[in-house]
């Protein structure tokens, strides 16, 4: 079986126990991840082989975040290189208090980064699809021209290619929009996650207000002819600790929708989009012709992982397949 | 009240594996706010000495945790300024035995080494205040960090402030390209009371020891090879009035001797010899001893001998503390020192 390769930044997360505010921290949890580590180590752990290509310093830092790439049996392919991992800070939210992100990212070992140090040819020569996310180019401008790099040679080598948009407002601090940077990028894609509220601030496709999701990834697939499918996942923001959750898939044709989940108590919801991501990958290599099959798969599986600490979704196939076959009521498995 | 005292420097974020955990085993992080400015600030106001700690935080919660800290233990935080990016962070793994504790840095661009001169007014801040205290960590950090120590301590060296510094060389700081003997050599040029082993001397200054080797690494370490060590800088900067020097024996990284001497240009003072058998955090030792020293030298003014004991004693102390700053009380100290090492349970 041919890889998947993701490309991205691993930070290290630093949380307090629970339901801390960090200004009554003691002790931080420790976690390693990305929005494309998770990706890919939720991948593998669905049985696919998967590369995840960084960069990480040469001290204890960068070795144990790698340490936990290899923990699920991803092979990292990083550069050794600068001198700190970027690091943020996630405060968990509860009911009306929202989460909240310090980023202490900045000087970073990714962010040192260019054009021409990554042999993209090697690192694609035994995969057949490469994974991205627009936090990569939010970075820096050297970051963008290094994930177009990235691209090019993906699609020479005729990769498929699949992206999540993650606008992050806080990140695109380096002069450039995310639409001046992304519609370049996102040309070479032939599966994308994103929401209609990304259309012009992302992709700069003018959208009317009352333009519906049908017609604004129509107008997508018109601007990036390259696309055949794009996703989007739909959180009813009750409150932070609860959520309903629903997803569709776009396949040119016709506007797929998932069944909607509730999730009432919330464990942690960071990387809940790239399980809903690594699901959509896992699903439609799994079910290529079933692309409602492969919606209801990934939706379980963002679904699963609001009920997972840490970034990484920790749900097998099995258990996602038992959430899509009704089995919801969290009974104990004996 | 009089004796306030202020200290200058960079407050930072501590991530330590819990217990002995090796770094690639931790899976959390104790959370400790210190560095060797804020310590020594914690220890005097445990002392009862009013003491604020002037230090530039970013404007965010890491930040405000890192001033809650302080304001907790009863140091002033209203000379504080706010500005810069982030908060420097340095990650510890605790040594044992063999195995040395091991510092990963992380602590570039912090808010504190982007200040510049004149972000601080410190003919407001040095009002009424009788001591002004720095270290060689501050100089270490950046250019403009090492312009803003200058310029605090010319500051205070105009309105008459007692000014002290600790050395505290660090062979893993200095990465900016400053010219360290020139620069450090101007700042403790203004210094009343220097505080400084073999090693800082050396590396800031050159200046070694003539004729006795100095001993380190077993029980015998020799106070008076530190003799010619305290002359020699007496000589380089004749306005201190003492030079002192922390006397650590290595025996392993669980167990090191402690005692201290202090030069006044006249005679050497020497401490009796501690054994810490069974240290359970060694980080902040020396800060723990310049706070006692301080604390000393303010309550004790004729009588240096009880100053330079009641250091030793306070830092001795630190050594069975978690965390950076040395949480002793003044009776606590004076009983160690009044010979009571038993440490039997008070009740």
Redesign the interface.
């Known amino acids: 079986m041919k890889k998947v390769v993701t490309f991205g930044e691993i930070l290290l997360r630093l949380s307090p126990p629970s339901h801390l505010r960090l200004t009554q921290a003691t002790s931080f949890d420790l976690y390693f991840g990305c929005a494309e580590a998770n990706v890919a180590a939720s991948l593998s752990k669905f049985g696919l082989p998967v590369k995840f290509v960084t960069a990480v310093p040469p001290n204890e830092l960068g070795e144990s975040s790698l340490n936990m790439i290899r923990s699920f049996a991803v092979e990292p392919v990083a550069t050794i290189q600068g001198k700190r991992l970027g690091i943020y800070y996630f405060e968990q939210g509860a009911s009306e208090r929202p989460g909240k992100v310090v980023y202490d990212r900045e000087d970073s070992s990714f962010s040192t980064l260019r054009k021409g140090m990554i042999d993209w040819e090697a690192i694609f020569n035994d995969a057949d699809w490469f994974h991205w996310s627009g936090i990569t180019p939010s970075l820096s401008l050297e970051l963008a021209e290094l994930c177009e790099e990235a691209l090019l040679v993906a699609s020479r080598m005729g990769l498929t290619i699949s992206a999540d948009l993650n606008y992050r407002p806080k990140l695109w601090q380096y002069g450039k929009k995310a639409n001046e940077i992304m519609p370049a990028l996102v040309k070479h894609c032939d599966l994308l996650l994103g929401g209609i509220d990304e259309s012009e601030i992302v992709l700069g496709v003018p959208k009317n207000e009352n333009d519906t999701e049908d017609v604004v990834f129509a107008n997508w697939m018109k601007s990036f002819p390259k696309l055949k499918n794009i996703v989007s996942t739909h959180r009813m923001d009750a409150n932070a600790s609860s959520n309903g959750i629903s997803a569709s898939l776009w396949n040119g044709e016709i506007l797929l929708n998932s069944r909607r989940y509730n999730i009432s108590h919330i464990i942690d919801r960071i990387g809940a989009g790239d399980a809903f991501m690594a699901g959509i990958i896992y699903g439609l290599i799994t079910w290529p012709d079933d692309h409602q099959t492969a919606l209801e798969f990934a939706v379980a599986a963002t679904c699963l992982k609001h009920s997972i600490s840490g970034d990484i979704n920790l749900a097998t196939v099995n258990e996602i397949k038992a959430l899509m076959g009704g089995s919801g009521g969290g009974r104990v498995s004996r | 009240m009089g004796k306030r005292v202020v200290t200058f420097g960079e407050i930072m974020l501590r ?1 330590a594996p ?1 217990g002995f955990l090796r ?2 085993q ?6 400790v706010y210190g560095g060797g400015e804020s310590n020594v600030a914690v220890s005097l106001a445990n002392y009862g000495i009013p003491v604020d700690f002037v230090t530039r935080l970013p404007k ?3 930040g ?2 890192a001033m ?1 800290e302080m304001r907790k233990r009863g140091v002033g935080v209203d000379n504080i300024v706010w500005g810069g ?2 908060l420097g ?1 340095y ?1 510890l ?1 605790t040594g044992a035995v063999s195995r040395g504790s ?1 510092v ?1 840095y ?1 602590r ?2 912090s808010s504190m080494s982007d200040i510049q001169p004149g972000m601080i007014n410190w003919e407001k801040v040095f009002e009424g205040v009788e001591w002004f205290h720095w270290t060689g960590i501050t100089p270490a950090i950046s250019q403009s960090s090492a312009d803003a120590c200058l310029e605090a301590v010319k500051a205070a060296s105009k309105l008459g402030v007692t000014i002290s510094t600790d050395l505290n060389y660090r062979a893993k700081l200095w990465k900016y390209g400053g010219d360290r003997e020139a620069i450090m050599t101007e700042l403790t040029s203004y210094c009343d009371v220097i505080l400084g082993n073999e090693e800082d001397a050396e590396m800031h200054f050159g200046i070694k020891p003539e004729g006795a080797a100095v001993q380190t690494h077993g029980h015998d370490v020799k106070a008076e090879a530190f003799l010619s060590v305290c002359q020699q800088m007496m000589e380089k900067f004749p306005k201190a009035k003492k030079v002192i020097t922390t006397l650590r024996g290595s025996i392993s990284a669980s167990h090191n001797t402690w005692a201290g001497v202090l030069y006044d240009g006249k005679q050497m003072l020497q401490t009796r010899q501690y054994q810490i058998t069974d240290i359970v955090d060694r980080v902040g030792g020396g800060d723990s001893f310049m706070g006692g020293l301080i604390y000393g030298l303010l309550t004790y003014p004729e009588d240096d001998q009880n100053a330079l004991d009641f250091a030793v004693a306070a830092s001795c102390l630190k050594h069975t503390i978690k965390g950076d700053a040395n949480l002793v009380t003044v009776d606590e100290v004076t009983k160690l020192m009044g010979g009571d090492a038993s440490g039997r349970v008070a009740r």
């Open positions: 991530l819990q770094f690639s931790a899976d959390n992080f104790d959370v965010n919660d890491i405000e945790c809650m990016d982030r962070i990650f793994e091991k990963v992380d570039s661009h």
